[in-house]
Every structure is written in C-alpha cells, then in structure tokens.
T-cell receptor
Framework: GEDVEQSLFLSVREGDSSVINCTYT??????LYWYKQEPGAGLQLLTY?????DMKQDQRLTVLLNKKDKHLSLRIADTQTGDSAIYFC???????????FGQGTELSVKP | NAGVMQNPRHLVRRRGQEARLRCSPM?????VYWYRQLPEEGLKFMVY????????ESGMPKERFSAEFPKEGPSILRIQQVVRGDSAAYFC???????????FGQGTRLTVV
C-alpha cells in the first residue's frame, strides 16, 4: 500500500528553525498536507501545497516539495515552545478528508 | 459554528462488549471520515461517508466494525465484541462538498479492559 515516512523525533532550541522531512510513495497525490497534533488533542491543519508547486510560504511556515523525489518538508522559522507537538505529513487527493498519514515527527522545543 | 464534536471523549469497555462512537460534523459539512490511531502510530483511514451513504470503506476491518451517517443525527462508528487490540484513539473529520480541508474532532479514546 501507499506509505509515508517521517523521522520520529526532532529537538531544537527556541528561536532556531525546525525542518521536518517526509517522503511518500503515492505519486498521484494532488495535495500534500501538514497537520499538527498537540497532546490529547485532535489534528489541526497547518498548511498544504498543491502538487504542481515547489514552495509555499505562510508566515513562519515554509513548505518545500520535490515531486521527483517525492519529498516534502516543513520549515518552521523562529520556533517557539508552543510549537512543541507531533507533526504529520499527509498526502491526499482532491477530497481533503481521505489522507495517508505518516507516523508523525515529535518536535521538542527547548528554551 | 462549533467544531467537529466527538463523544464520548473517553470510553472504557470490557472485552466482548460493544462500543459506539459518535461524531457530529461541523454545520454544513456533508462528508465524514473516520480514522484510527494506534499507540505510537499515525492515523489510519477507516471509512468515508456522506449522508446515508458509505463512499469508501477500504480501511475498515472486515468484521465487527460498522459505520453509518444517517440523514438526521451524528455519524456512528460501531465496534462489536471489542478486543484489547481495538484500544486506540478514534478520530472523526468532516468537510463540506468539494473541499480541500478536513476538520478533525478531538477524538474518542477507547480502552478495552
């Protein structure tokens, strides 16, 4: 079946940039999403990128897509302690609700 | 406009009992998706429903699990004769027609003892 791979943990210092990487196998993905999950909570959509784009910037978030290598990354500038959470990469189609999730990357931000 | 509401938030069942999980989508949303998150894992798609129709149930286990989204009322995910391996967080998401964005509820954490 389709697969999404992420590294499990990332630790950064407050104020640094964080880069969370993701590789996927489904070449037919139309949109690629990034979700954030805080402890005991549901998922919050952070941003998404259309598959024919290379980059999307949204305030502190920058998404880079290398479609050829099926590699997606999320960069968080000026990382804050409130950014500590699990981040999920999720390729999807035109219907935003059916997604394939990776295991998630747990971001820990140290003061 | 309230978000996606799931209840109960926590549910404890003994092996062999039935679990019923409810999801009320956001107002105006006609599409509902159910996901399961096992401990230390990502979310796995289970089923996609529209009002009174199951559109895609490719992620549903073949036995004991069923889902519905009636014309009136919440969507229900039903697990019969629960086993310990069913212990997980179950998330519901909803979206309007032809939308790129799905909104997730806070989940129901099922514990089977």
């Amino acid at each position: 079946g389709e697969d999404v791979e992420q590294s499990l943990f990332l630790s950064v210092r407050e104020g640094d940039s964080s880069v969370i990487n993701c590789t996927y196998t489904d070449s037919s993905s139309t949109y690629l999403y990034w979700y954030k999950q805080e402890p005991g909570a549901g998922l919050q959509l952070l941003t998404y990128i259309f598959s024919n784009m290379d980059m999307k910037q949204d305030q502190r978030l920058t998404v880079l897509l290398n479609k050829k290598d099926k590699h997606l990354s999320l960069r968080i500038a000026d990382t804050q302690t409130g950014d500590s959470a699990i981040y999920f990469c999720a390729p999807g189609g035109n219907q935003g609700g059916k997604l394939i999730f990776g295991q998630g990357t747990e971001l820990s931000v140290k003061p | 406009n309230a978000g996606v509401m799931q209840n109960p938030r926590h549910l404890v069942r003994r092996r062999g009992q039935e679990a019923r999980l409810r999801c009320s989508p956001m107002k105006g949303h006609s599409h509902v998706y159910w996901y399961r998150q096992l401990p230390e894992e990502g979310l796995k798609f289970m089923v996609y429903l529209q009002k009174e129709n199951i559109i895609d149930e490719s992620g549903m286990p073949k036995e004991r699990f069923s889902a519905e989204f009636p014309k009136e009322g919440p969507s229900i995910l039903r697990i019969q004769q629960v086993v310990r391996g069913d212990s997980a967080a179950y998330f519901c998401a909803s979206s309007p027609l032809d939308s790129l964005e799905a909104f997730f509820g806070q989940g129901t954490r099922l514990t089977v003892v």
